[in-house]
């Protein structure tokens, strides 16, 4: 009888250990490949690449950063068109007063009346031509140029700033999609155990618990909890992955990947991502050229303190229908008249301080952005450095968390052939499950981890933006 029982027992252990070992390989190969075999012919599947190229195509944050560039593009206009020619018309009609030659010849009647009965026409014409300006007019050119570079390396920020933010969501949907794997995973575990539970007390096994049960239960609660809460994050993450490429409301879209891998690419060494960094990045390009503009702009407002020469040309003609002509130059009629002159000219505004207090000002503002620039002179390197850190330290995790949550793995197992041949406890295999689901986790993460630190150091090297115009 005992010889009987043992040998149903090994029977038993033998069916149990492959059942784990199908529940072990064939659950998550299921999940890997199922998304696959359920991808619409008909939907709309993109890439990471794709993402990017459609949220930049269609960012309002670009698209704003580019009339900055247009802005100064127009303050260059003008500073160009200051070394040419201005020219003003200024043109008069309207009712004009009788007046013959006999009223002044051979002597001036006093004593003529004012009579209005015809029309007089007027235009005078003014152009100046600067000849110089002590550097105010190459000055303000100068400025336009750098804050047209400046503008463009803000469009470089937006654009990195838009990439990144797309591998985030993108990474995001992705980790959240294998959270909810891992989750029904555990729950596969513990709904299986749970049914075994209530047959053993069903049947009156002698290793029956109801206690068991409950245990078993209260877990597979706090698994379906955390179940809802990854489909609210998948649900999330491709809304904000929907929204950021600009698709209409309701697309049926999904992206490509189905699970998330290390980043394959090989890192570069952290000496060339610093010099990457000085060189590419947005931000030091920014900075540079809003130097030169600053400095050009002080020297503009000092150019105030001397004075501007120029050419000049003006002339005048006017004519009325009840008006004589008189033809001499003492006597000067606006009604009836003609007259053209060329000159030289100097204009010198001395106001007693208020040049002085805009180039001050003018100053201060060269002097700030020079410290920010100290700042980040020190800082993006800092920051570069921590992120090869990061990542380095995530390589490193995705190791270890990954022996951790396989023997965890081992573990729920057993936990699970010890409670199915009744000398284990329910607890153990709730701990089994929150120790593989919490290594599991952080495998997952350390993995996103690793993508987001190579994204980041792409993007705080600038070269993130050389890859998507490759």
């Not at 209005?116 to 190459?138: E, H, R, V, W």
């Not at 120029?310 to 009840?322: D, E, I, P, Q, Y």
């Not at 965890?408 to 153990?428: E, M, Q, S, T, Y």
Request: proline share 3%; glycine share 6%; aromatic share 8%.
């Amino acid at each position: 009888m005992t010889g009987s029982r043992v040998k149903g027992q090994r029977s038993k252990v033998k069916l149990v250990t492959r059942r784990s070992l199908f529940v072990t390989i064939f659950i998550p190969l299921v999940f890997l490949v199922s998304p696959a075999y359920a991808q619409d012919p008909g939907k709309l599947v993109l890439t990471l690449d794709q993402c990017i190229k459609k949220a930049v195509e269609v960012s309002p944050e670009i698209g704003e950063s580019r009339y900055d560039e247009e802005v100064y593009k127009s303050k260059k206009m003008q500073a160009d068109s200051a070394g040419y020619p201005q020219i003003e018309i200024f043109a008069l009609t309207g009712p004009s007063p009788k007046a013959k030659k006999e009223q002044i010849s051979p002597t001036v009647n006093t004593s003529v009346g004012t009579t209005i009965n015809g029309i007089f026409g007027s235009a005078d014409a003014t152009l100046i031509q600067p000849i110089y300006t002590f550097g105010k007019i190459s000055s303000y050119r100068e400025a336009a140029e750098s804050g047209i570079k400046a503008a463009r390396a803000g469009v470089g920020k937006k654009t990195s700033d838009i990439i990144l933010r797309t591998k985030e969501i993108y990474y995001g949907l992705i980790l959240a999609r294998d959270m909810r794997n891992l989750v029904l995973e555990v729950k596969d575990e513990l709904v299986e155990s749970i049914k075994k539970a209530e047959k053993q007390i069903e049947v009156g096994s002698p290793w029956a618990d109801e206690a068991n049960l409950f245990k078993l239960r209260a877990f597979l609660g706090e698994v379906e909890r955390n179940l809802n809460e990854t489909e609210k994050g998948i649900a999330t993450a491709k809304d904000a992955l929907a929204v950021s490429m600009g698709l209409p409301r309701g697309t049926d879209f999904d992206i490509a990947d189905t699970s998330l891998t290390p980043e394959g690419r090989v890192p570069e060494e952290l000496q060339s991502y610093t010099r990457n960094a000085v060189e590419l990045r947005s931000e030091f390009i920014q900075l540079k050229e809003g130097l030169n503009a600053r400095n050009a702009l002080v020297n503009a407002e000092k150019s105030n303190f001397y004075p501007h020469l120029f050419l000049g040309l003006k002339a005048s003609v006017a004519g009325a229908t009840n008006r004589d002509k008189v033809d001499n130059p003492y006597l000067y009629d606006f009604f009836n008249h003609s007259y053209g002159a060329a000159f030289m000219g100097l204009k010198w505004s001395i106001d007693f301080g208020i040049t002085e207090g805009r180039v001050k000002e003018a100053q201060a503002e060269y002097y700030k952005l020079a410290e920010k620039k100290k700042f980040a002179d020190e800082a993006i390197p800092f920051q570069v450095r921590k992120i090869y850190l990061d990542m380095e330290e995530a390589k490193k995790n995705i190791v270890e968390t990954e022996k951790a949550y396989r023997n965890a793995r081992k573990w729920l197992v057993v936990a699970v052939a010890n409670f199915d041949l009744g000398i284990g406890d329910a607890k153990d295999i709730a701990d089994a499950a929150v120790a593989y689901a919490r290594m599991k986790a952080d495998n997952l993460r350390s993995i996103y981890n690793h993508r987001m630190s190579f994204a980041n150091i792409l993007s705080a090297t600038g070269m993130d933006i050389k890859e998507i115009k490759k």
